[in-house]
């Protein structure tokens, strides 16, 4: 309802009240000030529906109608409409006031803690400049100086677990999209490091694995029975220690209760490969977008590598995009040593693991490879790894110039004197046979003696036969 102009009031030619509803000065009279008793209920109810913005002029009338069946005069009604806007008005002032006190406190807060910090850095800037040190970094001190080097000649060489793929001491992450067989992977690493077969022609250092089976858990007996089926004769891998499952997830951040507890049972157990399967529920809570959340996350599991002296893989996922590698902070993948990248080729059962930056891999401690592939087999209601085929169309030891550059020697007469004490033998037995170089320079140099003729290479049904054909002979030159 509009308030009436002052000059329609009565009271300002008569000194008496106001008799319009509304108006701002209707218990306001210029003569002397009447005592008024408090506003009903009733009144207090029809000055509330009076001061509605939304209230119409027809709605305005019926209102006053019922004030005045009511016996409320528009004296008393005004009075309750003022106690109205001074209880308001007296509300809106105390939360004001609330709000600027809350902001005094909260600057001086701010003030007195950057006082503090301010004071804290001056003195620590003193100190540094004076040489004066506390007792952490004394301790810190003496171990600066008992483990300065000279030389790095003494630093032992990375250990392998599935030479020039996984080393010991890392951590390691293999990240693909759903659907990429990445458990599937994941459990056929684990299961030939614990049984000491070759992983696609790679050796594998015998140990003992764990892996933290964190979903999907009802299919996983499924999986480990029909790798069993493929790759041990249908005979289970014998129940001695040698690999063993934790049937839930252990989060990795959890660094109070889970994780310590998780490096006390593995470094008791002895385990050399440790699989989380996946990190997704392995973090919970964990922003897995927060690059300091998830390197706390890569550091306690490095924590778990030291601490059992093994080597730690994460079954991560891809973003949509999977040539940009594991989803999430850009820095898991800074901080880590390798990333495996496994992606299936369209809707078929085959898939390709790389370490290659290009596809999303890396690799720190060897050289990338471009390809892996596999053939995954159904068997039974699930599916298990085949053998796997290194790709050497462009093997990551040789140079750019392709096969005509020679490989080194050393590694083609290791090759040479394998294939001539074993004739026909495939290439997985020259990988695992040959003990000279790594397993993509021993793939460069049968490819470069097949091509000049120092070796031929016969297809057998599935497998490729070697035999020597004449004696490997260099130019004089060279």
Known sequence: MTAPVREQCQHWQNKGQCNIPGCP???????PSQQQPEPTMAELALAFSLKNPKLSERGTQELVIVAQRLGIDNVRLNAAMLSIESETEAAERK???????????????????????D???????????????????????????????????????????????????????LAGASGAFKT????????RVAMSLDFCGMPVTPGRALYVIAEGLSGMKFRKRAWEECHNRGQKIPVDGRMRFIPFAVQIGDLDAEMPALIAFAREGGYDFIVFDTQAMCTLGIK?????????VIDAALRLCQATGGCVLIVAHTGQDESKGIRGASGQYANVNTVIASKRDGSTMNITLSTARAKGGKQKDAREIKAMRFAVTEVGPSVALGQGVMDVDTPKGAPDK???TEPPREVCEAVMGFVASSPKCGSRDIRTGVRTGRTDVKDWAVKWLVT???????????????????????????
């Open 288 to 296: 897995e977008n927060d690059n300091d959340e998830m390197a706390m």
């Open 452 to 478: 000049h003729g120092y070796i031929a290479a016969e297809q057998v049904g599935r497998k490729v036969e070697h035999q020597v054909l004449m004696a490997l002979q260099y130019d004089q030159e060279s």
């Open 184 to 191: 599937i992977v994941a459990l056929d690493m684990a299961a």
């Open 25 to 31: 000065d209707g218990l306001s009279p210029i003569g």
């Open 119 to 173: 004071q804290d850095r001056a003195e620590r800037m003193d100190a540094l400049a004076s040489g004066t040190l506390t007792e952490s970094s004394t301790k810190f001190l003496a171990k600066l100086t008992e483990s300065a080097m000279d030389d790095l000649d003494g630093i032992p060489d990375p250990v392998p677990v599935i030479d020039g793929l996984l080393y010991r001491g890392t951590v390691n992450y």
């Open 402 to 404: 392709g096969f005509d």
């Open 95 to 117: 939360k004001e006031q609330e709000q600027e006190q809350r902001v005094r406190e909260n600057k001086e807060s701010i003030r007195a803690k950057r006082t503090a910090y």
